[in-house]
């Protein structure tokens, strides 16, 4: 499986909206999907998934069908984790999909105390810490594997914490959403070195894995380039208050994600559109901006947008398969 994860410790980016655009983009391109919420505030679920479904799904402190139900009998000490339930998201209008979603719970924050504390464990070659820190990576590949998915795009929160450390841990790449403002760069410098430090600690601890069965991720969280979302445009081009952002982005990528000389020119992956006028659309058809008709009010300038839109996400979904050496037909 290819998994891909999107993550910025800065919130308001857009980068939940963008995880479920592209679901959507590579599901109508032909390929299975996984989408993966495992950021507690859950938002990559309400996107998906309507109050009344959500309500048949996870009544009043039941976590069967959530990311925290697959994972609670392992934090609660009474087993190993459990095959978590997928969501199949219904086709829209004549396109034949094969996309699932692993649903968010806000149970999982309570999870950051347990993961804390089996980290260093694993420097102790101890079997459950290993079991903790891969728990999300196992679950997800139970999810692909049953799926037959040939990617799985993960959502996480906005911070650096233990959570997130399992999450990326259960990542082969990672796709930066960034806005072109100054809290966006400072936290890029955040990220960066965390990124690199996760990645070789995990290294470290994995070697020392004392059960021979347990199948482990590698955590490469590979950086595969960063998407600029949100900005303001005007005829087009970006208004020049943020224009001094986005010239600054390359060069802070470069120096603090990029842990090597490479020969790449650029590592921007895309300059989307905020599309304002087609989201609340999109919200009330429930369904991706790219994929409004004329039925949900996308008509006259709003169709053009919608053919725009799809263009935007069909090169992004492209690029970064491209990049991640995932084959689209």
Sequence with gaps: MKTIVFFNNKGGV?????????????????????????????????????????????????HDNTIYGAVQPLFEGTSDIAS???????????????LGLILGDLAMSASEDELTSQWPACLDKKPRAFRVISALWRAVKL??????????????GPNLGALNRASLIAAQNVVIPLAPDLYSLQGLRNLGPTLKRWREEWKDRRIRNPVPDLELPTGEMEPVGYVIMQHAVREDRPVKAYERWIKRIPEVYREVVVEKD????????????????????????????????????????????????????????????SKCGVEIK
């Excluded at 006259?300 to 725009?308: F, L, Q, S």
Aim: charge should be negative; include cysteine; hydrophobic fraction near 45%.
């Design 14 to 62: 857009g980068k939940t909206s963008l995880v479920y655009h592209l679901a959507w983009m590579y599901a109508a391109l032909g390929l299975s999907v996984v989408a993966v919420d495992l950021d507690p505030q859950s938002n990559l679920t309400s996107m998906f998934l309507d109050e009344d479904r959500l309500g048949e799904l996870v009544p009043e402190n039941k």
């Design 84 to 98: 978590p339930h997928i969501e199949n998201i219904p086709h829209i209008e004549n396109i034949d999909i094969n």
């Design 143 to 156: 999810a692909v594997d049953e799926q037959k998915a040939q990617i799985a795009l993960i959502d996480v």
């Design 262 to 321: 490479s020969e790449e020119k650029s590592y921007e992956l895309a300059t989307l559109k905020h599309y304002r006028s087609l989201m609340a659309l999109a919200q009330e058809a429930r369904k991706p901006m790219f994929l409004l008709t004329a039925a949900d009010g996308a008509i006259g300038g709003h169709a053009k947008a919608v053919r725009d839109c799809y263009d935007d996400f069909h090169k992004l979904a492209s690029t970064i398969a």
